[in-house]
């Protein structure tokens, strides 16, 4: 049982860089969604999407861009990568919105490194 | 804006010995608490949702009670395994229904 696989687990960034966090879920979830988790800070939401084919902001959308490129796909895009966004990115999904049942079910994390 | 603190930051206990870990919140109105654990280098795992004061879950060594302001997570006889960190969070019915609002979590450590 695969869950919410990402993709890459690692990767180290240059400053003004650009990459793409990859996301995929298998559990026909409808709402998606990408998290940051900081040291001595909770996790804080980046992006969500209810159901395919819509996107919205969180709490931190700076420098952050996405896509749900189906009902399996979610990406995280940075265009130009800033030191501030060394970080531990989470990507989620849930049947439906996550205040429903609060029952959110996390990949197992990308750990990134801007230099 | 919905507001979570966990206490204490780090716990070590030996097996065996019993303990619990505070998440005191403030919200507009609670829609719902949530409990979760993270084991090192994972995703956080979802436990529990409490929805008004007075409400408890248990599962194997853990029960989780909820107040009018803050939740406690009782670990009975803890074990090892039972190493993590546990996260609460939670969602008020003034905030928006995507967000959940996260506590940055309580260490747990067990020692044999």
């Known amino acids: 049982n695969a869950g919410v696989t990402q993709t890459p687990k690692f990767q180290v960034l240059k400053t003004g860089q650009s990459m793409t966090l990859q996301c995929a879920q298998d559990m026909n979830h409808n709402s998606m969604y990408w998290y940051r988790q900081d040291p001595g800070m909770g996790l804080r939401l980046i992006y969500y999407s209810a159901s395919e084919g819509t996107t919205d902001k969180g709490e931190v959308p700076n420098g952050y861009n996405v896509s749900r490129l189906n009902k399996r796909e979610f990406s995280l895009r940075l265009e130009s990568a800033a030191p501030s966004q060394t970080s531990v990115y989470f990507c989620a999904s849930s049947v439906g919105l996550a205040a429903n049942t609060g029952e959110l079910f996390f990949g197992e994390g990308s750990r990134l490194t801007v230099l | 804006e919905d507001q979570v603190t966990q206490s204490p930051e780090a716990l070590r206990l030996q097996e065996g010995e019993s303990s619990s870990l505070n998440c005191s919140y403030t919200?507009?109105?609670?829609?719902?608490l949530f409990w979760y654990r993270q084991d090192p280098g994972k995703g956080p795992e979802f436990l529990f949702t409490?929805?008004?004061a007075g409400e408890e879950k248990e599962k194997e060594r853990l029960k989780a009670t909820l107040t009018k302001k803050e939740s406690f997570l009782h670990i009975t006889a803890p074990k090892p395994e039972d190493s993590a960190t546990y996260l609460c969070a939670v969602q008020g019915v003034s905030g928006s229904a995507r967000q959940l609002t996260f506590g940055s979590g309580t260490q747990l450590t067990v020692l044999p």
């Open positions: 919200v507009s109105g609670l829609r719902g």
């Open positions: 409490l929805y008004s």
